[in-house]
């Protein structure tokens, strides 16, 4: 049995479908209760931000299913503008779903993997929790947040049988562009507008540009299938996941160059 968490656009969606299809029993979660789920998915409401809704939704989970195989901890979005211009509250939102929402959903469900001594879970991080991103640093810093945790975890459940992986997904067309939200500073009175207009712009066509799910969809299925995953599984361009291998090894004014370079940020 997979919980998947955030299946009503994206990532999750496609992973939720997919997984069903393979012959897995799978519940999705999805914050609204509208609509009917896809072929396979049995439909959970949950909201990754509320202890209640979690508990509700874990409660609902084990009563009809009776266990949890695994956990793919995607539910996320994506809160942009230059640093400056975020207030702490903006920040502490982008924190509460992305990071505090997976550590509440891994929580709840740690007890039952551990009581069965094997288990998945799977956390949805990104490669810009590798390789920070110009007007996302929130964003950027909640999937750094879920690359150390990750770490953490998956050393202090290898005693318990339970493996902890990540996937690390470059740019794809999902629900995430058009739900990215912008500060409410982030207008034309900001010192940082075109910049950061720009470089996020630039961001959404990369995204949009990639429509094709499946590879991420695959990482997941390799994942379930191994019984010592890997910690990390990036999933991108040969480029994107280049660079993230020898940035390290770069020297620091070089890395940042071709970072700002890629955004437009030439001064
Ligand atoms: N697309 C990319 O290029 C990319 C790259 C790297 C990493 N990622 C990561 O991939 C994951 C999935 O995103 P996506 O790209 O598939 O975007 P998406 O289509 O916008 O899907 C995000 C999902 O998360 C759910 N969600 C958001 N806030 C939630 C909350 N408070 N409680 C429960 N569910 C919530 C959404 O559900 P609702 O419909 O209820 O809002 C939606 O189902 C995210 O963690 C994202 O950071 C995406």
């Keep these: 049995m997979v919980l998947v968490t955030?299946?009503?656009?994206?990532?999750g969606r496609v992973i939720a479908a997919g997984l069903a299809a393979d012959g897995y029993r799978v519940f999705g979660t999805t914050r609204a209760d509208a609509g009917p789920a896809d072929a396979g998915v049995t439909r959970v409401v949950l909201d990754v931000t509320r202890d209640d809704s979690v508990?509700?939704?874990l409660a609902v989970v084990l009563e009809a299913a009776g266990r949890i195989d695994a956990v793919v901890n995607n539910a996320g979005?994506?809160?942009a503008g230059a640093i400056e211009d975020t207030t702490v509250v903006e920040a502490q939102a982008q924190f509460d779903t992305n990071f505090f929402g997976l550590?509440?959903?891994c929580r709840a469900v740690l007890p039952h993997l551990r009581a069965r001594g094997a288990?998945?879970?799977i956390n949805m991080s990104s490669l810009a929790g590798q390789v920070p991103l110009p007007f996302q640093g929130f964003y950027?810093?909640?999937k750094f947040a879920i690359e150390a945790y990750s770490e953490s975890l998956r050393m202090e459940l290898?005693?318990?049988?339970v493996a902890v992986s990540m996937v690390e997904p470059g740019d794809f067309a999902t629900g995430f562009t058009a739900n990215r939200r912008m500060t409410a500073a982030s207008g034309p009175g900001s010192p940082y507008h075109e910049a950061c207009r720009g470089a996020i712009e630039r961001m959404a066509r990369d995204e949009l540009a990639n429509?094709?799910?499946s590879p991420v969809l695959g990482v997941v299925r390799r994942i379930l299938r191994t019984s010592r995953p890997a910690l990390r599984y990036p999933c991108a361009t040969f480029v994107q996941r280049a660079f993230v291998a020898v940035r390290p090894f770069l020297p620091q004014p070089l890395a940042e160059f071709a970072i700002r370079d890629t955004y437009g940020l030439r001064s």
């Excluded at 955030?6 to 990532?11: A, E, I, Q, R």
């Excluded at 290898?158 to 049988?161: E, L, T």
């Design 140 to 142: 950027s810093a909640s």
């Design 77 to 79: 979005m994506g809160i």
């Design 211 to 213: 429509r094709d799910l």
């Design 158 to 161: 290898r005693a318990h049988g």
């Design 6 to 11: 955030g299946t009503s656009t994206g990532f």
């Design 103 to 105: 550590h509440r959903v």
């Design 119 to 121: 288990g998945h879970i």
């Design 55 to 57: 508990a509700q939704a």
